[in-house]
């Protein structure tokens, strides 16, 4: 079965580029989705079609797509960016979550 | 403003069934498919399938079939979620969300929690 794989963690220092990959068997050939989940709240969609961002998501937040990984960036991170975020890979039928990363932003 | 609002937190016995629903407002109902996610305590996000709202058509995901059953009422704009034969395993967050690849999952329900405990 198709799988998608984050690192569990990534720390930057505030105003730096956090950079959070997602990898998996031609994920370059499919839509990625990025949310980001704070404690206790719902996911919330950052990014979708690997590269769009929704209204109202800050510019700071940027996707891209290439051969077996998608990537979310996140430039000039805030202590506010500091949350779980998963990548989300359509393939049809076969729609699969990555296990999450965790952004520390100190 | 579109908005998903689901039912509220459930406490179920072993063997029992369960069933979440989400409620859609603010925009076409059938417009895209509701796709439902669970997350256990302190783990990550599961896709658990998803329903055509125009056809009422299920897919579920590989680990979601069986005991899940997805379904819908147009008429009151609202799709649920039933889970039968309940082991404690099942306790999570369970969450509805709206869309599909070209739109991402662009509305998320609150989550309702189900807690399966004897």
């Known amino acids: 079965s198709f799988e998608v794989t984050q690192p569990p963690s990534v720390s930057v220092s505030p105003g730096q580029t956090a950079t959070i990959t997602c990898s998996g068997e031609?994920?370059?050939?499919?839509?990625a989705s990025w949310f980001q989940q704070k404690a206790g709240q719902a996911p919330v969609l950052v990014i979708y079609?690997?590269?769009k961002r929704p209204s109202g998501i800050s510019e700071r937040f940027s996707g891209s797509s290439s051969a077996d990984t998608a990537t979310l960036i996140i430039s000039g991170a805030q202590v506010i960016d500091e949350a779980d975020y998963y990548c989300?890979?359509?393939?049809?039928?076969?729609?699969?979550f990555g296990g999450g990363t965790k952004l520390t932003v100190l | 403003q579109v908005q998903l609002v689901q039912s509220g937190s459930e406490v179920k016995k072993p063997g029992a069934s369960v069933r979440v629903s989400c409620k859609t407002s603010?925009?076409?109902?059938?417009?895209?498919?509701m796709n439902w996610v669970r997350q256990v305590p302190g783990q990550g996000l599961e896709w658990m399938g998803r329903?055509?709202?125009?056809?009422?058509?299920?897919t579920y995901a590989q680990d979601f079939t069986g005991r899940f059953v997805f379904s819908l009422d147009t008429y009151v704009s609202t799709t649920y979620l039933e889970i039968n034969s309940l082991k404690d395993e099942d306790t999570a967050i369970y969450y509805c969300?709206?869309?599909?690849?070209?739109?991402?999952?662009?509305?998320w329900g609150q989550g309702t929690t189900v807690t399966v405990s004897s």
């Open positions: 329903i055509n709202t125009n056809t009422g058509n299920p």
């Open positions: 989300l890979a359509w393939g049809g039928d076969t729609v699969v």
């Open positions: 969300a709206r869309g599909q690849w070209s739109v991402g999952l662009d509305v």
């Open positions: 079609q690997s590269k």
């Open positions: 603010g925009d076409t109902f059938t417009r895209y498919a």
């Open positions: 031609s994920l370059g050939n499919k839509d």
